[in-house]
């Protein structure tokens, strides 16, 4: 088996952590090792790093290098442009035999229970064997979430394996609230798995602008990268292929999940902010600090998040997490006026 590990975000919601040249999958969010790197000692406790393949933006690799040194040098993928994941999807999996299962997760996810990630990824082996396909995994819900897109759950074939009936868009809260009563719904993980070839016959089908300029390139020769890239589609490969292709299953997985989509997930793993030395919060409830190197005070104050870094200090409600991506975007705009 091949595991492709996909590592080209930029992570401009974990602004003013994150910066252009250390995205999201690069940080500490979480003791001393990036989010890279506990993906990379996840795979490790079953992979030998010569079947790991990491496809990242050109800009990351010396320092994808740094923080994997175990992993050989030729399995860094550089992609020159940066065209979401179904072209990633593609030039990874075209690494590995036609029959080869390939295990696709993305760089900057955090899965604290290793041996529950591991047995639901044997289940899926079996299914891959039994059944073909293309394989997501499927997160059993814990709360009516906003920020997560759906997997809508087909016939069975099998405890814990689905035939997948339709993927949704992130709903509202009201419709979340319905999609967990229902019992009928799993948040979509992003991660997935596939036979080599028969993903590549997928996206023949589903997406053939991707099949025709890369299908006779070599993932390694960039300059030849360079020249496909140019004219392939910015599509994600839910977009491109899972959501077009009639051979999706999905798996059941009930180990704790986070996407770290932004500042408010990381306070939902951390939980609120206590005082302390470098925290004073004066009749504020519900509150995340992070401070960098003086004390921060908060005062009158509930649901909001702190954040201070050597670029930044960020404010924030926390159910304007999502937006802070906006501050990167006017900081960008003002930079180049």
Request: proline share 7%.
């Amino acid at each position: 088996m091949k595991v492709l590990i996909l590592a080209g975000g930029s992570g401009e919601r974990f602004w003013p952590f994150s910066t252009p040249e250390t995205p999201k999958q690069f940080l500490k969010l979480f003791g001393d090792k990036s989010l890279i790197r506990w993906t990379f000692e996840r795979v490790l406790e079953k992979i030998d790093p010569k079947d790991m393949i990491v496809v990242t933006y050109k800009n990351y690799v010396e320092r994808t290098k740094e923080e994997l040194p175990e992993l050989p040098p030729e399995n860094i993928v550089a992609e020159p442009l940066k065209k979401n994941t179904a072209p990633a999807c593609f030039v990874g999996t075209k690494l590995a035999e036609d029959d080869e299962p390939v295990l696709v997760l993305p760089a900057d996810h955090r899965i604290p229970d290793v041996d529950k990630f591991w047995r639901t990824v044997e289940k899926a082996l079996n299914a891959l064997e039994k059944y073909g396909g293309l394989f997501t995994f499927g997160i059993l819900p814990t709360r009516p979430e906003t920020g997560y897109g759906y997997i809508e759950i087909g016939p069975e074939l099998e405890e814990g394996v689905h035939e997948v009936s339709k993927f949704k868009e992130k709903p509202d809260l009201e419709t979340a609230k319905k999609f967990v009563e229902s019992g009928r719904y799993l948040w979509n993980s992003g991660m997935f798995l596939w036979k080599a070839k028969e993903f590549i016959e997928e996206v023949k089908m589903c997406e053939p602008a991707i099949y025709e300029h890369l299908n006779s390139v070599d993932p390694r020769d960039f300059e030849a990268m360079k020249e496909a890239y140019e004219k392939v589609p910015s599509i994600s490969v839910d977009y491109a292929v899972m959501e077009r292709s009639k051979k999706v299953r999905v798996v059941k997985a009930n180990f704790e999940w986070s996407d770290v989509g932004n500042w408010s997930s990381v306070r939902e793993i951390e939980g609120c902010t206590e005082e302390s030395k470098n925290v004073i919060l004066v009749d504020s409830t519900r509150v995340f600090v992070k401070p960098h190197d003086k004390p921060i005070a908060v005062v009158g104050l509930s649901d909001v998040i702190v954040i201070d870094s050597p670029n930044g200090i960020l404010v924030c409600k926390e159910e304007s997490s999502q937006r802070v991506r906006d501050v990167v975007k006017k900081l960008k705009s003002s930079e180049s006026s």
